[in-house]
């Protein structure tokens, strides 16, 4: 089988085109910080950016000039506060916005991934969401006539996840929180997945039960450490919880938020300069102390 | 007499609220504090479960994110958000739903949406992320928020996750929902519902009195036959809420 | 906590009565053998037994007289031929039976385990299965007009899964196929779970990835070795493929089948008798060789 | 001259099927076979994936039963039946569904589910499993049968799993559908199907004439253009076919 490992750049340009609809998903966790950079540099334009959180990385998408919609389900900085970049687009009208809730989101990717024309869901009765986005629907029950909520299928151009690792076939493997990641993979025409590591064949096939997604969905496989920075890669780096809490300040001033991009994005070749800069005292700090999983017996038959 | 601070005491009786329940689903900020002390005290068998998929958290810290290396590692099970929405959430899994706001009104609807209107808002909040449904699928919902005249409305700005009945007062909760916002807890007290889905001040923190009450609350708030005066927090349970908050 | 652990004698007991709908799952995999015997034991009648795959533990019960009825997707002995007294039932107008395929009945499953009305699937277009089966529907989608099929929801009284490991607090774990085994345990009123091994916590907690059933929605651990034969548990034994052919020679003659239903189900006081009397040749010859999932890292954070 | 069995035939033609293939949903028995043939030969980078939830199976044995473990140890990927019939092949992701059958019509209905009437059938036969949806959303279909006058049939007792049209000759498959069954393999040929649906005799294996075919044919069975004489296993296939079946 011909590998799919391939640079981030390579598969940037190969994958991502104006006008796509992308997801770069990881719910607080393995959030592919590195690909959304690459995206900023080969400066794509009017992407349609879905994501359950936008969270900091869609800000910096947003104020680098990708994007011209944001389909989303919480817009904060956790923990923090506002996205202002995204904020200041959506006043100034730049940013069209289409919004559920997390479990609407869900069901969108799931409606997707498996090809339905609709997914149903116990949610939005009583509440202003469905008054405010018209894509949410009703269905009638054939049992009881019961009506319930629906959303329409999410199916982006392509979705960019970030996990643990990989083998060259592209079966990705991810520990800890996996959010939406199956369903955003399996809903889209293209993924690429950017790991942390690049393991044999045996290592993935020793634990089939841990594999996220195997390699006949993936399209690219990109090999970059600390990709998810400032989140978190359960096992690899914590979460950097002062990015987030210093990117307050740093998008509220369109200038500093510029210098930002320039600084961290735009004057760097990709995500090992990234972690130059971060230096290794950082980088160290970020890294637990070892806890392993143990291993199960798959036994071997014959 | 006590030294907490407003937060504090509302730590403290929202983990109250949580006495002997199984089966939690915490937000970040308060509510993430007030389950971990309750699991320390009044519900030992806690389970906390996060929106992101972790079930049976054993935090060694208290998270900024919802989303945490620390929620997982020692955690009973982690599952994906499909799982944890559907079959978890939806499927009547969870006994008590903890949820902040930025606006309440007397039916216990909460608005996380927007100050203003929804085109146009003066103030852009974070949205649902998963209130509306733990609102309506969660058996019964804990509300724990600030109290002012600005966030006790007569009119949330948007209904975000739907109380017992529509801002006018019309309509009900759908048959098959849990049963909505049973407490909300605040800086001066805590409040229940009435059968008609009605808040009532139940019980007023220390050194809270009903003026003030009535000060931090935009409609006529009702009173409870009974009005509890609350003890506030211990000293152990100080202590624990600042190991917990740092 | 207090211990969920109990024998598997009190869990039948407590948790699966007369007419239950009652769901022992597990494709292929991990098919609960021991819990169905000990149902037998206990004289069970009425029951609605749903099952993908029925294979030999319902054509057991159905023989030892427990059912009223079947809710399935695919009847057979797998790789040998007929069940021939579940035959012999359906043919003497003793059982009836509710047929689908098996995306059916795992979007029953699903839609049992969320709480949902129906749940749609593209299937059953121009097969005979929707004429056959009344309960199989049609929606509308409200986006475009598109008539998809729905199945109810299935929320058996109790479900039955067998797994590796659990701890006393009802977490579960299990690796290999897991088929439909969460969202069946999930759409259950209760749950029973026999287990391999009963493990401390720390282990399922090192691993939380590996949890089938978080302990919150099981009502009852109970500790059988061995309790899948004659079909496997990966890692601890093959599956006993001579068993299922057997099969076919004893169901079709049924003073055979009640001869071995005595021998093997009712004069026997559980499954540690049954293993002795499949004495240890038999049991360590499907006992596979070792094959370690290996070990990964969750990182303790602090 | 090869000595091969009807079903070694049978399984080196069906194994030829999956040249260049990626993905396939496997059955038990022949299909499995075929398609650990053609993992070995023509089709190296070929995935099989089974409906137990096995995905890139590389299976040290040829299995009784469509779940086993030696499918699970050393696979690419297990997921839950949910994943697999939803994302994986709802999802379109599966190139080529193998499928058994005791009836065919002319137009690739399937029945696996009775003889005779449904209530009082004469053989109860397994029923879909999942042969229902794969026949529906596998890109494309591939049938391996034996073929007789009972089981090439003008009219299926049971349309289990639907083909180009339905057994009247009416309607057409749903547009969303993949393109359905392309190729059956019996041991007497290969057949493909018309622009209309309607099958046709492509390719004879080694000593079957025409007549053989009509013999085996409940219904007038068409031609194609040109009829291909299939070579037959090579001595090296045969070799290959009886390391896997044992």
Known sequence: MSSKVVSLREAIAAHVHDGDTVAIEGFTHLIGFAAAHEVIRQGRRDLILARLTPDLVYDQMVAAGCASKLVFSWLGNPGVGSLHAIRRAIEAGELEIEEYSHHGMVARYAAGASHLPFFPLRSYDGSDLAAANPLIRRVSSPYDGEEIAVVPPLNPDVTIIHAQRADADGNVQAWGIVGVQRDAALAARRVIAVVEELVDSSVIRDDPDRTLLPGTVVDAVCVEPFGAHPSFAQGHYDRDNGVYRDWDAISRDPSRLAAWLDEWVRSLDGRAAYVDRLGPAKVDALRPDPRPSGSVDYGSYR | ?246
Request: aromatic share 4%.
């Open chain 2, 1 to 246: 007499m006590s030294d907490a601070t407003p937060d504090e005491v509302m730590i403290a009786a929202a983990a109250g609220e949580l006495a002997g329940v199984r089966t939690v689903f915490v937000g970040i900020g308060l509510p993430n504090a007030a389950a971990n002390l309750a699991r320390q005290s009044v519900a030992p068998d806690l389970e906390l479960i996060y929106e992101s998929g972790v079930v049976g958290a054993r935090p060694t810290r208290l998270p900024d994110s919802i989303g945490d290396p620390a929620l997982v590692s020692g955690a009973a099970a982690t599952m994906s958000m499909r799982d944890l929405f559907g079959g978890f959430l939806q499927g009547g899994r969870i006994e008590v739903g903890m949820l902040g706001a930025a606006q309440i009104d007397r039916w216990g609807n909460l608005n996380t949406t927007v100050i203003g209107p929804y085109d146009q808002p003066s103030v852009r909040l974070p949205g649902s992320g998963g209130a509306c449904e733990i609102a309506l699928n969660a058996q019964r919902v804990v509300v724990v928020m600030n109290q002012s005249r600005h966030t006790f409305v007569e009119r949330v700005d948007f209904v975000t996750s739907p109380g017992h009945r529509r801002p006018d007062g019309s309509g009900e909760r759908p048959s098959w929902a849990g049963a909505g916002p049973t407490a909300v807890v605040t800086q001066l007290g805590v409040y229940h519902f009435r059968e008609d889905g009605e808040m009532e001040l139940a019980g007023l923190h220390a050194e809270v009195d009903d003026e003030t009450v009535d000060a931090g609350t935009a409609w006529a708030m009702l009173r409870a036959a009974t009005i509890t005066r609350l003890p506030g927090p211990l000293a152990q349970t100080l202590e624990a809420i600042r190991r917990l908050v740092g």
